[in-house]
């Protein structure tokens, strides 16, 4: 057990461990083949995209993609548990000071 927290293992963690045993497995080894046949299929793959004529972008219908950031946005506002912050895309909704607008000064 001291071996274990000297390696910043918690009790927890070893319990977890010993009942899942497929978190002890080796991890996969390293195929040096593998990687260079990787490498080869990549500069390939360049080869040939490169070679390709520039194509335009498909356009987007600018109020179909104002609706679904609305949508997020409005899905971000939900007030979550533990949260006392309301958020937008753009940041916090409003301003929560105590101190009213009218009566704020320039420093």
């Not at 070893?14 to 996969?28: G, H, K, S, V, Y």
């Not at 520039?54 to 179909?64: G, S």
Request: proline letters at 9%; hydrophobic letters at 40%; a negative charge.
């Amino acid at each position: 057990m001291q071996a274990m927290s000297s390696l910043g293992i918690s009790p927890s963690e070893l319990e977890n461990m010993l009942a899942n045993p497929d978190l002890l497995q080796d991890p996969p080894h390293f195929d040096p083949e593998k990687l260079v046949q990787q490498i080869v299929e990549a500069r390939t793959r360049w080869e040939l995209e490169s070679k390709l004529p520039a194509q335009k972008f498909p356009l987007t219908d600018r109020r179909a993609l104002q609706l679904s950031y609305k949508a997020v946005e409005q899905e971000m506002m939900l007030p979550r548990p533990g949260v006392l912050m309301l958020q937008t895309l753009i940041g916090q909704d409003k301003s929560f000071s105590t101190t009213p607008v009218s009566r704020l000064q320039m420093s």
